[in-house]
């Protein structure tokens, strides 16, 4: 039987979505939860394998059991026993064959940015704070040059180990409410592609490059002319969209 749930959780504190060895990880915490609650060992598998640092309000994972479906139990279960950084959202039961990350048709995330004189302490754990003011007219048509089909290499990490930096980007914009909120919302994403693209705009924002030169460095495809990496604590991973095969999140 297979089972798929809607995550939200807190990454401050752990080392990425990944197991790893002796480390807090948010695949190894709801792994040993589950092997508690089903007293048998469970893999769950997730749309993406979040960074370090980074959150999730819409993140989907999958599980197979061979254990009688009792998902109101089981999602008490799991939220007591992951603790107050990982809730269960939603548990309820797929097609045998549900992949949730090779099935996903976007994901969506937004990474936030503080821009203010003084940092606040209520957005610290989950916003860039960034002193200077933005150019935020000019971060917004850099990001519109986004959208499409391209390829990423300039925005992607070193140990990347994609086989293919071709994603298509469906939304790239800045709302700017009481944060500055970039959205992005794309078919897949390279390692460390939106923070590097975030932290790219924000040099544009600080007037340290131009945005009309922001399509050649994507055409470059050239890690080596864009900018800094955004840092992790900003970034949240808020929607998986599915063609029917599991509703979608966020």
Not at 98 to 122: G, K, L, V
Request: overall charge neutral; aromatic content about 8%.
């Amino acid at each position: 039987m297979r089972i798929g749930m809607v995550l939200e959780y807190d990454g401050t504190d752990y080392c990425g979505w990944q197991v790893q060895p002796d480390r807090p990880t948010i695949q190894g915490t709801l792994e040993k939860a589950l092997g508690t609650i089903l007293g048998e060992p469970v893999r769950v598998e997730a749309a993406g394998r979040t960074d370090a640092g980074v959150h999730a309000r819409g993140q989907v994972a999958a599980f197979t059991t061979e254990r009688r479906a009792e998902l109101a139990s089981w999602q008490r279960g799991l939220n007591a026993l992951c603790g107050r950084d990982i809730v269960v959202r939603r548990l309820e039961r797929v097609a045998d064959d549900f992949d949730p990350r090779r099935q996903a048709r976007t994901r969506t995330y937004e990474y936030r940015i503080c821009n203010a004189a003084w940092p606040s302490p209520f957005t610290r754990r989950y916003a860039w704070h960034v002193h200077r003011p933005l150019d935020v007219a000019a971060m917004r048509r850099a990001s519109a040059m986004l959208v499409g089909e391209h390829d990423f290499t300039s925005f992607q990490a070193a140990d990347c180990d994609s086989d293919n930096p071709v994603r298509r980007v469906d939304e790239s914009r800045f709302d700017v409410p009481d944060e500055l909120i970039y959205r992005i919302t794309a078919t897949a994403f390279l390692r460390h592609m939106v923070r590097s693209i975030v932290g790219t705009l924000v040099e544009i924002g600080r007037g340290e490059r131009s945005a009309d030169d922001f399509g050649a460095l994507l055409a470059a495809r050239d890690r080596t002319r864009g900018g800094a990496t955004a840092p992790a604590h900003g970034l949240c991973l808020t929607r998986v969209v599915y063609d029917g095969a599991f509703p979608e999140s966020g």
